[in-house]
Structures are given as structure tokens and as C-alpha cells.
């Protein structure tokens, strides 16, 4: 078993940070969580394979060739059998049920499949190369977890994260990201909109229930604390506004639900919170979804 990916348009000559790639994956697998946090991930060694598009050079650098770059982690610590209960039986909020009605007897059993963090963990590695290339323009990604049930002073999640998992179940979080150095101009009007973008990068990782930016659902400020006159670009508006970026910082946050499936009902390793682990994913998703927005769209005009 294994998780993989293939990655096309990285130009050539552009070098791989793999240690930047290692702490990325080290954290998506939950090995530097809170113990207890991530049980099932911490039996993965989760070592990536390059299969194409890479080559050493000259002082053992790994450097891409220009052509599509191939990679491949495998599963050392696949447990089916943790999932034989489900040949008769779908999880409640989790996909079993509605992948039986799109793939019928031929829905695998024998774990989450395309609905499981396992994934992500492709994810991961190929937003490593995007924020690489993003690097060398000046822009930087910082995804964090922001909120952990109700709680949001960081220094309490640790307790509540061991708390959840002592008693088999888990709880829903929300992770916060940053985006510094986006020039201004970055984007499309209408319906391929920024955060349009961003939203769908977002939406597409399993367990992400919600995507907000700017002032998001705060409904609390009237318009005249948020908008005055003379302050362009504005603050207040999460660094896009008209569905371009602003040049101001990029501001937005995801919230993660609470895991569906549950150790103190069905047994296994499972998460207490997804969130925990979602945030290097987060980062990745933002990384893929802007380089690829600056090289296939209109880029700002150079006055």
C-alpha cells in the first residue's frame, strides 16, 4: 500500500528542499503533537520515494529536470483488519455511506480510502515544492493551529487534546493561515475570484467544514470601524479585496469538525483532533492553489 503523487510544471534547475519537506510531513503525521494525539500516524515512517523528474547534482543536491516529478510514500503500518466491521456497517459523518451509493459493492472497506488523512500526506509533500517557488518571490506561508474546541489559548490546548483523547473521542478546531509578500493584483474578478481559489484549496481537505477570511462571520463591527476614508489598501479586508490580493498580509482561517471516527466506539488508532494535523496541509493547499494562480493567470501590471 502507498500514497503518491505527480507533480508537473516545476521548472528546471529548481533545487528540492528535503529537510523542509521532512518537518513538513513530521507534522502532518502527528509525531510532534501532544502524545496520545495521533496514535495511528506515529507507526508511519512516511519516507518519500522520487520516482522521476529529480536528479543529484553536481555536489548531491536533489534538483528537478523540467520534466513531471514523481514521488511515492509508502504504508509500512496498514492495518485492514482494523476495518472489518465496516463490510456491513457505515461510520455516521463519514463517507461510507455515500461512496456505497456512488461506487456500490466496489467500495473499498479496508479504511478511509480517498476520505482519509492518509492523503494528505501527498498533499504535503507536493506544497513543499510550491512554497519553495513561492519562497524565491519573496512570498511565505504560515498555517497554525488557532483554536481547539472553545479553547484558544494555545498554551491550554496540550491538556484538552490528551483530555479528548483519553476518553476515545475527539473535537473539532480551527487552523489559521498567513500570507506575507503577495503582490498586489493577484487574482480574477468574478467567478475565479482569490479566495475563490483559496476556499476550494481549503474545502477539498477531508474534515474541512468551513473557510473564512478577512472579517469572516464576525458579524460584530459596523462598517464605519472597518472602512475610512484615505486607508487603501484595507486592513480590514484580509488582504483581497475585489477578489484580488491587496498587497496587505493574506488572512484566513479553516474549522475542522470533529473526527468521525471515534476509538471509544469502533476501537483502532484515531485522531482527537484533526485540526492538529491539518496544519501543514493547510500551508501546502495555499501554496499549490497560488503558485498556480500566479503561473496560468493574468499577473499584475508593471507600471
Request: glycine residues 12%.
Amino acid at each position: 500500500m502507498a500514497i503518491g503523487g505527480v507533480v508537473d510544471g516545476m521548472p528546471a534547475g529548481q533545487p528540492i528542499d528535503l529537510d523542509a519537506i521532512r518537518a513538513a510531513i513530521e507534522q502532518r503525521s502527528g509525531r510532534l503533537t501532544p502524545a496520545g494525539t495521533s496514535p495511528r500516524a506515529k507507526a508511519e515512517a512516511d519516507e518519500v520515494e522520487w520516482l522521476s523528474g529529480v536528479l543529484p547534482d553536481a555536489d548531491g543536491r536533489l534538483m528537478t529536470t523540467g520534466t513531471p516529478l514523481a514521488f511515492l510514500i509508502r504504508n509500512h503500518n496498514a492495518r485492514p483488519e482494523d476495518y472489518e466491521w465496516m463490510r456491513q456497517n457505515c461510520r455516521p459523518g463519514h463517507a461510507d455511506y455515500t461512496y456505497r451509493a456512488k461506487y456500490g459493492r466496489y467500495f473499498d472497506y479496508r479504511g478511509g480510502g480517498r476520505a482519509s488523512a492518509r492523503e494528505t500526506a501527498a498533499r504535503v509533500v507536493a506544497g513543499e515544492l510550491a512554497a519553495g517557488l513561492l519562497h524565491q518571490q519573496g512570498i511565505t506561508i504560515e498555517a497554525r493551529l488557532q483554536q481547539v474546541g472553545l479553547e484558544t489559548d494555545p498554551s491550554r490546548f496540550d491538556e484538552l487534546l490528551r483530555s479528548v483523547q483519553a476518553d476515545g473521542d475527539s473535537i473539532g478546531g480551527i487552523v489559521g493561515c498567513t500570507v506575507t509578500g503577495l503582490p498586489a493584483g493577484i487574482g480574477e474578478p468574478l467567478f475565479d475570484k482569490l479566495q475563490c481559489r483559496l476556499a476550494a484549496a481549503m474545502m477539498s481537505i477531508n474534515g474541512c467544514k468551513g473557510f473564512a477570511y478577512g472579517t469572516g462571520f464576525d458579524m460584530s463591527p459596523r462598517g464605519s470601524e472597518l472602512y475610512h476614508p484615505g486607508e487603501v489598501p484595507c486592513p480590514a479586508s484580509g488582504g483581497i479585496e475585489g477578489g484580488l490580493s491587496n498587497g496587505l498580509p493574506l488572512t484566513f482561517s479553516c474549522a475542522f469538525k470533529p473526527a468521525a471516527t471515534l476509538t471509544r466506539l469502533y476501537g483502532g488508532r484515531h485522531d482527537a483532533c484533526i485540526a492538529v494535523r491539518a496544519v501543514p496541509v493547510v500551508r501546502a493547499m495555499t501554496a499549490l492553489a497560488l503558485q498556480d494562480f500566479i503561473t496560468t493567470n493574468t499577473t499584475p501590471h508593471d507600471e
